[in-house]
């Protein structure tokens, strides 16, 4: 060994330079817990999960003291000799063991309790894995029967338990609670419209579907809900009145089976002064059935096959309606047509006035639309007079003859007088 300052020789077993007196410092050879902690990060970085726990890092240190006691060299301090003394014994553990031996054993034993603690982590983890399994199963079971029983089919089925066993207002809360949940289903409607029907309560059933509607005018299951019922109560004709106002693309494509278009007229309702003709048309696949005296119409009136003619003075109220493929009847559309035709002149009589001597036919000429009703002692002719056929033969001696044209709608026309002489 040397001296760290002069560079001299110190004899083994000196506890200072022989030269320049400086103490020998003592230093341990070798420790092993430095390979220790070496091999334990190595390992941590291949299983970045693994643990050091407490109780190991105490181990280390027990071992790490032990290791110091074995491997360092322990000099026992003696007094200063001079040259010529004998050299001072050397005390030293004959226990120690060969340094290169005992790492090797440290190493080879720590990777096996590294291993055996990797081992028994993983059988940990199948365990949580096990044990968190089998809870989450043991909770989600409960709450996903809550949570089914909260829902739209949930209430739904409680719904309609509730009006098997006819409590109605246990059965009216879950439709209400269901509609909440989802209001594009049609499920809980036809819930809350059987519940009217089976309570015989068509108008609340009809106020219902009227505020339903108001509050949901876009909703499929709604009006879905509303056509079953009305084809349950046999109020076909209300689904066109539901239908006619709806604006939404997606309902009416949803439902398009029952809708039935309304037919139209060609002649626009007012007032007219001669005959008119009137055709009615609709969609393909559809039959018209219509009425002239203001009536509904239905499947057992006049069904429309050929243009309608108001040949007649008066006022006519035509009405008529359309039934699709489904029997679905459409709105019954309506208008209104007053004929008055023109007052006619005074009625044509011949001969004129005059003195006859051979047997002489008078005739009147009545226009379309007219009776002619006549007199022949100069009073004035009505609808009560002797009605005009057919000619008239000239009477004998002096006749003032007066006629008169009177329409179908009771208008008279100014009167006509001829003064005859047949002699």
């Known amino acids: 060994m040397r001296c760290t300052q002069c560079d001299a020789i110190i004899p083994e077993g000196w506890m200072s330079c022989p030269r320049c007196g400086r103490e020998v410092q003592i230093v341990p050879d070798y420790n092993p817990l430095e390979d220790v902690l070496t091999q334990e990060v190595k390992d941590s970085v291949e299983d970045v999960t693994r643990q050091i726990f407490t109780e190991e890092i105490r181990n280390y240190n027990r071992k790490d003291i032990h290791a110091q006691k074995n491997y360092t060299r322990v000099i026992e301090r003696v007094p200063y000799q001079k040259k010529g003394t004998p050299k001072m014994q050397n005390i030293e553990s004959n226990t120690q063991p060969n340094k290169m031996e005992q790492k090797r054993d440290s190493v080879e034993e720590q990777r096996r309790k590294h291993a055996i603690r990797r081992k028994r982590m993983k059988q940990r983890r199948r365990k949580r894995a096990a044990i968190l399994g089998i809870l989450l199963i043991v909770i989600c079971i409960p709450l996903g029967w809550i949570l089914y029983q909260n829902s739209y089919t949930g209430q739904v089925k409680k719904g309609y338990l509730a009006l098997q066993m006819e409590e109605y207002d246990v059965a009216k809360r879950h439709f209400e609670r269901a509609i909440e949940k989802d209001q594009e289903k049609e499920d809980a409607y036809r819930g809350m419209l059987e519940i009217y029907e089976k309570q015989d309560q068509l108008e609340e059933a009809e106020k219902f579907l009227i505020s339903s509607v108001s509050a949901s005018p876009n909703q499929v299951g709604l009006y879905q809900a509303a056509i079953a019922y009305y084809e349950e109560t046999e109020q076909l004709g209300k689904i066109s009145i539901l239908l006619e106002e709806c604006e939404e693309e997606k309902v009416l494509e949803a439902v398009k089976a029952y809708v039935s278009k309304a037919p139209q007229f060609s002649l626009r309702e007012g007032k007219y002064d001669e005959v008119q003709e009137i055709t009615v048309s609709a969609e393909d696949g559809t039959k018209v059935y219509y009425t002239v005296d203001g009536s509904d119409p239905t499947k ?44 006619a002149d005074a009625p044509a009589v011949t001969p004129s006035t005059g003195q006859y001597y051979t047997a002489t036919q008078i005739t009147i000429q009545v226009p379309e639309g007219y009776t002619a009703y006549y007199t022949l002692d100069g009073t004035e002719p009505n609808e009560n007079s002797l009605k005009y056929t057919e000619p008239i033969a000239m009477p004998k001696g002096q006749t003032i003859f007066s006629a008169v044209l009177i329409s179908k709608s009771g208008k008279q026309t100014a009167v006509t007088k001829r003064n005859y002489l047949y002699e």
């Open 300 to 343: 057992d009136g006049i069904l429309y096959e050929e243009p309608i003619r108001l040949t007649q003075e008066g006022v006519f109220e035509v009405k008529a309606v359309a039934y699709n493929e489904k029997e679905i009847p459409s709105v019954v559309v309506s208008q209104t047509y007053e004929i008055e035709f023109p007052i």
